[in-house]
RNA sequence: GUCCUCAUAGCUCAGCUGGAUAGAGCAUGCGCCUUCUAAGCGCACGGUCGGGGGUUCGAAUCCCUCUGAGGACGCCA
């Protein structure tokens, strides 16, 4: 909550302690922004809870307790009951503005939430295969794990950001194949890309890099070689690019984390060895399963094939447990929807792993659906006809593309016009905000604001409604980052801007009448300033100064 | 068939722990630049919150059910 409901809280708090002799936890005390402007900055419903347990009617407790709080030297300029109970407040001026020098000393670190270093969080998210280039579905993914990171991390949270690279199984040993196909292609010999392989324009492209570098001296390697061969230079090239395309998207991952490395550091061998001792393991045809149904999960699981060979499921697992024991409390998993039935095996070999399965969240990012010239856009690596993010953002941009997929919530079905998002920007609403920021740069850079402390003067309206956004957003943050949404901190930022246009278009600043309103609302601009520059960072998005 | 996610304005989406008259953007119509950036502001138009029950002072929000959309149900990854 932030500073003023804060100190409301605690006054409602002590009012009903002493009207009704009643202890509320700050958590019960619910303080609102009304929507309507008749109903005052602030109002809570706290009577209208209490009604059933005083067993009295809400507006006669409503007056209880704004008898109560009129007795002491009160923050407010109008205390009012209104429809069924509802209290609703007017705070004095002085309240609202002493949120701006809070914001100008604090400038960078406004809205920096208490550091909490346990529990302590592990946010996987992409984890896209090595097998071709990141698309827009991914995009969704990206874009929401990072600002998520980020938000957690300014919330005050104990982040850390992981990729989990599958970089062993069929699908790469079918890229390799691919891959191989392609070059051999390019030294001009008849092979065709296998019928289950991947047929995308970008293993092409590598395949062309591969030959230009050493020219056709691997056309002649025996089979199994090369594909050996194209399978090391195959994901050289892939995580290379997988790594370009999401710093070029502002996505930041602090471990790298290699499904090969897995077993090469034992680690698939000893998960499952944990799991046979602790009696989770049965044999059935040659193959062993989990008994993942003792714990929810609708049949048990093979882990083993009887061909010897793991399933996809088996690493996974290792790698679950390797997350655990590196000592992260939380394991948040960002999936696309088509894992989600997933999630209840993982659930249960944490289960089986002595784990709490409570300690995995799993949030399921929707499938993106593309739509051009007015058509479902399908997309497929293994067809070729993918867009790929890069060519997304060639066309409209990172902080575009990642404002609107930070924008709506991640597990909605969602439609991207592909035209519209690649056309004239100004259609874009990312630019409404940093619009808002550039404005505010442009008054600052005629004018820096000055050390004051008075600002008695700001009393419009708008300079109102701004204080009021401005005093929130370190609750937004909380918010935003204990519920795992980060489209609240767009609304949050459209908010803002919104604010500041509404303002400038009413209230001049360099032009104001007279020296100190001046000087008032150029500290307040600053303020905006700061705050929607902050806000901004928070989805990765840049904060102009000049548009 | 079983399970998961969803269904809000013409379109794309919000709606924070249940609250007062359900909000933005785009689209449409009308105003506002001799004044700090008109990529903006203001006003208008537009919704039985998929249908039906229930819970309660009060439901878009919680529960049940039906319908519809997408997805998952492999000894693929």
Known sequence: MNAIEFKLRQIIQSAVLTAYNLELSFDDIVIENPKIKEHGDYSTNVAMQLAKQLKNNPRAIASSIVTEIEKTAHPFDKLEIAGAGFINMVVKLEVLTSIIPTILNEDEKYGLGQTKEHPSFNIEYVSANPTGDL????????????ALSRIMKCAG????????????????????????????????????????????????????EIYDINKDAY?????????????KLGLEAEILKLKKDLELFRCEFDVWTSEQSLYDRGLVIAALEKLKKLGH????????FLKTTDYGDDKDRVLVKSDGTYTYLMPDIAYHLDKKERGYDQLVNLWGADHHGYIPRMKAALEALDYKSEDLHVDIIQMARMIKDGEEFKLSKRTGKAVALKDLIDE???????????????????????????????????????YAHARMCSILRVESPQEINDYSLLTHEKERDLM???????????????????????????????????????CSVLKADDEALKLQRLALTKAVQITLRNALELIGVSAPEKM
């Open 396 to 434: 409209a941009g990172v902080d575009a593309v990642r404002y609107y997929f930070v924008s709506k919530a991640g597990d909605t079905h969602m439609d991207l016009d592909l035209d519209m998002a690649t056309s004239s920007s100004s259609e874009n609403p990312v630019y409404y905000a940093q």
């Open 219 to 231: 056309k002649d390697l025996a089979y199994e070689e090369s594909v050996a061969l194209f399978k």
């Open 468 to 506: 009021m956004i401005l005093a929130d957003y370190p609750q937004w943050i909380q918010n935003s980052a204990s519920l795992r949404q980060p489209h609240l901190m767009c609304l949050y930022i459209h908010k803002c801007a919104s604010g500041f246009h509404s303002f400038y278009n009413e």
């Open 281 to 288: 393991t049965y044999d059935h045809e040659g193959a062993l």
């Open 135 to 146: 698309h827009p579905g991914h995009a969704r993914g990206a874009a929401i794990g990072d």
């Open 157 to 208: 949270y104990n982040v850390s950001r992981e990729y989990y690279i599958n970089d062993a199984g069929n699908q790469i040993n079918n890229m390799a194949k691919s891959l191989r196909a392609r070059y051999l292609q390019v030294c001009g010999l008849n092979e065709e890309v296998p019928e289950d392989g991947y047929h995308g324009k970008d293993l092409i492209d590598i395949a062309q």
